[in-house]
């Protein structure tokens, strides 16, 4: 597996951090420290995403396209809902009637 950390979740996070290099030139004059921060967090982000997407396309052999989409669908019957999550919802109770509620089949 490719761990609990989401492409989209870095991908967002890494947007978010343009996104304040962008307001910090515009707003705060490009303050020094602040484009510092904003810079090196933004590199970290971007580490991440790269690692991400390297270790599923290359490792474990899975499409980009898989890869964000596995927060929605999951190996195990395609729900989204993981195998440990349904164990702790009183065997499946709750994903069926999240699953009707959605009117998911």
Known sequence: S????SPV???VAAVCCMVRLFTTTQLAGGDELLMTYYG???LMNLSVLSQTLYY???REGKSL???FLADIMSE????GIRSSQKSMSND???VDKVKE???IT
């Not at 490719?2 to 950390?5: K, L, N, V």
Request: aromatic residues 8%; negative net charge; glycine residues 20%.
């Open 2 to 5: 490719s761990g609990d950390y």
């Open 9 to 11: 979740t870095a991908s």
């Open 40 to 42: 090196v967090t933004l």
């Open 56 to 58: 599923g396309t290359q």
């Open 65 to 67: 396209s898989s890869l």
């Open 76 to 79: 195990d019957g395609g729900d």
């Open 92 to 94: 499946g109770k709750v």
């Open 101 to 103: 509620a959605f009117r």
